[in-house]
């Protein structure tokens, strides 16, 4: 329930935040412009991902000005789609917005989506028409997402990310996703929801770095393939299958020389190299095999996906922490 009045929240925004202090007032300033465009009745949630700044003393100073806001702190870094669930588990809105906290995703375009959600949407995404971010990571990000269109047969949009508004039905069923691997919009393209795209204006990062690291990006890149494809290991057995045949061929080949009384000696680099490139294929699946088999490990442990050290609301006093 929101604060305000007892009253049911209309619209819940969601946004995770890490080293993002600096346009935390000025972000909450223009979501609450903006939100009073569209109902009194709205919550802002804030999820401070264990931030190196004093991102949380500021998030923790808003919530104790505005009733709407509410300050989530998690014990350590989870990540950003960890923090995302967090506030999702948390949300109580008709209307769910997810968003990032640096101000590239601005306030003013949800009014845009959330006219398109009424036009019959479950899902309305910001498509960003011209990205504003630096090459490096627009390279990466397209790349990222041919591959992730070749492994999971699918079509994927670079120019779509997490800022959208989403229905209650459809973050009911991502909140019963207890997976421990979270991909926020490939499980929202999982859920299957009448869903539909809109050109928003994308905004150049005022202050700080990304989050991600190219290490990072990898990372999250391994757990969304992982996560949503089982088409590596499908290629892995593709390609023993056809070393197989390439390998069965020479053998006969040699047959065929020795019958004939054609003999030649086997070069020594030649051997070296097919046992090289052997070894190293072997090694490969294996290493695919075993990336799975401790994601399989990972969900056995039945650990939570996130751990929260405080809650803040206005109602609560100061230093007391609240448990969701």
Known sequence: MNIIEGQQSIVSVVIPIYNNAASLFELNDRLHSTLKKITPYYEIIFINDCSKDHSWETIADLANKHEEVIGVNFSRNFGQHYAISAGLDL?????????????????????????KA??????????????????????????FHHLYSYL??????????????????????????????????????WTGFNATSIDIEH??????????????????????????????????????FLISILAFLYAVYIIIKALLGITSIQGWPSLIASIWLTSGFIIFIVG????????????????????IKEVYRKNIAAGQNERP
Do not use: C
Not at 135 to 142: A, E, H, M, Q, V
Not at 163 to 183: A, Q, T
């Open 203 to 240: 905004a150049k990062r005022k202050e700080g770095e990304s989050g991600y690291s190219f290490k990072k990006l990898i990372r999250l890149s391994i757990n969304a393939i992982i996560s949503f494809s089982d088409k590596p290991l499908r290629l892995t057995v593709k390609a023993g």
């Open 91 to 115: 949300s109580q809105g008709e209307w769910v917005v997810v968003m990032d906290g640096d101000l590239q995703d601005q306030p003013e375009e949800i009014e845009k989506l959330y006219k």
């Open 288 to 307: 695919v095999t075993g990336l799975y088999i401790s994601r399989i490990f990972d969900e056995t442990k039945k650990r939570p996906i996130y751990v």
């Open 118 to 143: 009424l036009e019959g949407y479950d899902i309305v995404q910001g498509r960003r028409a011209v990205r504003k971010d630096r090459f490096l990571k627009k390279l990466s990000s397209k790349l």
């Open 152 to 189: 999971t047969d699918t079509v994927q949009d670079e120019a779509i990310a997490n800022f959208g508004i989403y229905h209650r039905k459809v973050i009911d069923v991502m909140v019963s996703m207890r997976e421990s691997l979270r991909v926020f919009s490939m499980m929202v393209r």
